[in-house]
């Protein structure tokens, strides 16, 4: 059938188009048309939300829901700690926020739409082809991290459809799944941290600096709200066509973007391009992209954002632990077994992002070092392109959340905890150089061992992957190893490496030739930033007088080095071969351990002084020993103290300057220069003197280092103990803080409950005292727990007697039997009630109940009077009435009777001695005796029932014996407003009248 319906449209249309020349429909409806068709056949490709809370987050929740639509066609999951020893009561008191239903999770539950969904408390959740799996909280350092590990999962399957929103809460629990859901291309919101209770969990999310709202929590839901419906979440995913409108304006935004940062992204995929452009224009309600293109045009800082946006690095500590555990135990050994020991080794992390992977190798090596007892330098550099990413990986500082990642033991050995955050220790920090590189422009690093570049091919389109790959071939060492991501391939570079281990996309180097190490784009992927302090363009046009300048500066000048506050050489000025010489092994930029022999202690001396006194310091006639020579310097240590420049420079200038004592000429090399002057003779003397004493002073210096050492050690150990008691006091403090979090939402449940058990205690003490009914609660010993105002009109009570015995209170009614019925009442459980009248005369209800709780425990009796002095008085009214009606009907021969709306009897009266009306309640009369008298009568009630007007006629009985004649007279009967409901008929017999009229 569905065949069929897609054929009979086609087959019109052609038909149409046979006859008439009609306008085509343009391309874009058509593309419209298929939109909405791929919509339509997708219904459950709905968003989902994550909220994320802790301590305080119960009003959030609340503000939350209050503020949201409960047809958004979106789904709720909430994620909070919660005690695993408490049964949460959020369901019901965030039911009363929300039409949605609300539902704690189930194992294989699967997500609808406006739904919501609640963690329970024993058990991690994770989300699996839509539908919630839960599995045993897995603890690391004492930490249960379950907003992490459902944020994550999010992430990985259900990409752009996934709305993180964290709210209140403390430590750093949700960081970072956040970073996963933005770098699968979902949003996050975040809570503003002045309005949250507590602002750890929204302050950690925030230094992420890829949150894209930050608002007050009441004003989440209509962001969510407008972002839902932009075309990035809606439409479903379809091919467009070259024509379409992201083709005319993409290199419009290229443009806008390599203005603003300098990067060019013309080579980036542009399936990955189109996805994030999309997404922001989904943040900002921008519905195509010429307005968009509009909007960075005059929004300037919205380009950064985009770019950034672009950069979002989606890294871990041990991402893959499979694929490090091969590293461990195959890759890294063997990369060591053949280096001597003390040897450099070189490793490069190509689009590091933070630094979690530099760090994770790091440490890697480190195990591994320890593991096949050999010790070498290691030098690891961490590249990026993301300035700021690589400033987060210099500081080395990491949420505590990372513990989902990194074992216990790894935390305790490299890691030093401070509050919520961990940071890397000075021993593996200085493994690692960080560095901001474009890996297409830049020169690359080279002798390397091991190249790791995971997930950074995936972005680039192939004509630029081609280029990276012969690069890395040249960087390598012989039998170098290349690590890729899972998604990643070598392509047609099969002759340049092959394959370690296939699964988790590791290859060694193989000694081929390689044309060219790089082949530069003519648009480069990346063009670094110029140096933030040199701000302007850099012309290209020849200054002649600059480059004089220059020839006189490098050709009559002195040589020098420029050294910051640490001694570390920034920038060589001229030839400096003659003074400084470079070191031997690890590199080493220090000026003192790079100056020669005879400079070193003269410049160690002038920098000191030069730093102490901070003025210009300069030794004269300074001895080098070079090549076997002599060379006598002026040395100057100038700091730099001019305007606009930071302090803690050193200018270090070295002026050659030629010996006043120059050798003889013609003398042979072996003649001796006998010296007679006794003033040398003297200075001679005293050098020696100099010289024992400098060395005296040495060795009682190296006593005293060694003493220092001794001490130094000693306080290591002090140290170390120390740092374990912390680190032990730490883990204490972090599970006495999840217990703390666990305990503030408890509580703030509780509290909510008690405010609603308040409120309804107040409805129930009005409720019962506006009915006026004297209710006296009692326990099983009799003593009175509470009562009702109306109470006190019966027994004596006033508010102190609460708690004594009821058989103490005088009561204003005659019970002698009072207290032995409620000790009946208490032994059988069987109510009791009956009426009595009090002094003053007023009659009372009274009901003596059980007290049963609510798991149905008898806790005592409930005595309930219910005042019935006007009931009383209208029934002895009705009484006398009734006495009354009854003697005038019997000194008259009329017959009365009543019927309802179905015209049966509900009351009758006939004077006849033998008439039994107990037999005919509730029967009609032709269900009595059907005859024509009968029928006569029932029409007639029908009659009044119909009209409401009274009725009177004579009606013919036939009897056995003969016939009885009536005069009928029928009313209608009213209620208080004036409704029918029922009939009464007179009858009186006129047989005997009528037998005298016809005679």
């Known amino acids: 059938m569905a065949e069929k319906k897609k054929r009979q449209p086609v087959k019109k249309k052609t038909q149409a188009k046979a006859k008439t020349t009609k306008p085509k429909i343009s391309k874009k409806e058509v593309d419209k048309k298929k939109t909405i068709k791929a919509k339509t056949t997708n219904p459950t490709d709905f968003p989902i939300v994550g909220l994320g809370a802790s301590a305080g987050g119960l009003e959030a929740l609340e503000t939350f829901f209050s503020n949201m639509l409960s047809n958004s066609n979106m789904a709720f999951v909430i994620i909070q700690h919660l005690s695993p020893k408490h049964k949460s009561i959020m369901a019901s008191l965030l039911s009363k926020s929300t039409k949605m239903p609300v539902n704690e999770i189930k194992s294989g539950m699967k997500i609808e739409p406006n739904h919501v969904y609640l963690n329970p408390p024993d058990r991690n959740v994770v989300i699996q082809n839509r539908k919630l799996q839960l599995m045993m909280p897995i603890k690391s350092d004492g930490l249960n991290l379950p907003i992490d590990c459902f944020f994550r999962s999010m992430a990985s399957d259900l990409n752009e459809k996934a709305v993180c929103v964290i709210l209140s809460g403390t430590a750093t629990d949700g960081t970072l799944g956040l970073k996963a859901i933005k770098g699968n291309g979902g949003i996050a919101m975040v809570q503003e941290p002045d309005s949250a209770k507590y602002d750890g969990m929204p302050r950690s999310a925030i230094a992420t600096g890829i949150v894209d709202f930050i608002l007050p929590v009441e004003k989440l839901p209509v962001e969510l709200v407008k972002y839902i419906k932009a075309p990035y979440i809606s439409a479903a995913k379809i091919v467009k066509t070259k024509d379409d409108n992201f083709s005319e304006y993409i290199q419009t935004i290229y443009a806008l973007i390599r203005q603003s940062t300098g990067h060019d992204l013309s080579h980036y995929k542009q399936t990955t391009i189109r996805r994030r452009i999309e997404r922001r224009m989904a943040v900002h309600q921008v519905g195509n992209v010429k307005d968009y293109v509009k909007y960075l045009e005059s929004n300037r800082s919205e380009v950064d954002i985009l770019f950034k946006d672009m950069l979002i690095g989606v890294t871990n500590f041990f991402r893959d632990p499979e694929a490090f555990d091969i590293l461990k135990e195959q890759v890294l050994p063997s990369l060591l077994k053949n280096r001597s020991p003390d040897s450099l080794i070189r490793i490069w992390i190509v689009g590091c992002s933070t630094g979690e992977e530099a760090y994770s190798m790091a440490i890697l090596l480190l195990e591994v070092m320890d593991m096949v007892k050999q010790h070498h330098n290691v030098q690891i550099f961490a590249s990026d392109i993301d300035a700021d990413a690589i400033e987060n990986g210099r500081l080395g500082v990491y949420p505590d959340s990372i513990a989902a990642d990194v074992s216990k033991e790894r935390l305790n050995k490299y890691f030093i905890k401070e509050d919520n955050t961990y940071r890397i220790k000075k021993q593996i920090r200085e493994m690692i150089v960080f560095a901001v590189q474009n890996v297409i422009k830049d020169p690359p690093f080279s002798k390397i061992d091991l190249v790791s570049c995971r997930n950074l091919l995936i972005y680039m389109d192939s004509p630029l992957q081609k280029k990276v790959m012969p690069l890395f071939h040249y960087t390598l060492r012989q039998n170098g190893i290349m690590l890729l991501g899972t998604s990643e391939s070598i392509g047609e570079f099969s002759d340049l490496f092959s394959p370690f281990n296939n699964k988790w996309k590791i290859f060694k180097k193989t ?71 470079n070191p031997v092994g690890k590199a080493n930029f220090n000026v003192i351990s790079m100056a020669r022999e005879g400079l070193r202690y003269k410049l160690s001396t002038a920098l000191h002084n030069a730093n102490r006194e901070k003025k210009i310091c300069i030794s004269k006639g300074v001895r080098i020993k070079h090549k076997g020579d002599i060379r006598i310097i002026d040395l100057t240590v100038r700091p730099i103290f001019e305007a606009n420049t930071p302090s803690g420079y050193f200018l270090l200038i070295f002026e050659e300057k030629t010996p006043d004592v120059k050798p003889t000429k013609g003398k042979s090399k072996n003649e001796k220069v006998e010296v007679s002057d006794p003033a040398l003779k003297t200075l001679e003397q005293e050098l020696d003197a100099t010289k024992e ?88 010993d009799l003593k009175i727990k509470r009562f009702t105002p109306a109470a006190t009109k019966i027994f004596n009570l006033i508010v102190t007697d609460a708690g004594r015995s009821i058989c103490d209170i005088t009561t204003k009614i ?185 005679k």
Request: hydrophobic share 35%.
């Open 511 to 581: 000694e081929s030739f390689v044309e060219r190490a790089i082949d530069y784009p003519l648009t480069p992927f990346y063009q670094t930033l110029t140096d933030k302090t040199s701000q302007g363009r850099q012309t290209i046009d020849f200054d002649i007088q600059n480059i004089a300048e220059n020839i006189l500066i490098s050709d009559y000048a002195p040589s020098g080095v420029l050294v910051d506050k640490n001694y570390e050489i920034i920038n060589f000025l001229g030839k400096t071969d003659d003074y400084l010489e």
């Open 693 to 780: 004493h400098l060395q005296s002073t040495i060795e009682e210096l190296e006593t005293s280092n060694e003493e220092l050492k001794s001490t130094n050690e000693e306080l290591q150990s002090v140290n170390e103990e120390l740092q374990s008691t912390n680190e032990e006091l730490e883990t204490s403090k972090e599970e006495l803080q999840s217990t703390n979090e666990e305990l503030v939402t408890v509580n703030t449940e509780l509290q909510k409950k008690v405010e609603e058990l308040s409120g309804a205690n107040n409805d129930i003490n009005n409720l019962l005292a506006s009915t006026e009914i004297g209710t006296v609660f009692l326990d099983t």
């Open 814 to 998: 005659p019970f002698d039997d009072l207290y032995n019925d409620i000790r009946h009442v208490l032994k059988t459980l069987d109510k009791k009630e009956f009426e009595i009248q009090e002094k003053d005369g007023e009659w009372y209800s009274a009901k003596i109940s059980p007290y049963r709780t609510l798991d149905n425990v008898i806790d005592g009796v409930v005595i309930t009077f219910n005042n019935i002095t006007t009931i009383k008085k209208a029934e002895s009214a009705l009484a006398l009435s009734e006495q009354n009606f009854k003697i005038s009907l019997k000194s008259s021969p009329l017959i009365v009777a009543t019927v309802d709306v179905d015209l049966r009897y509900i009351w009758i009266y006939n004077p006849h001695p033998d008439f039994d009306s107990k037999k005919l309640i509730g029967k009609r009369d032709d269900e009595i005796d059907k005859n024509d008298g009968t029928k006569a009568l029932v029409q007639l009630k029908r009659k009044v029932l119909k009209t409401g007007k009274s009725v009177r006629k004579t009606i013919v009985f036939p009897l056995s014996n003969g016939e009885i004649t009536y005069d009928v007279t029928a009313e209608a009967i009213r209620d208080t407003e004036g409704n029918i409901i029922g009939v009464t008929t007179a009858s009186m017999d006129i047989g005997e009248r009528e037998k005298k009229k016809s």
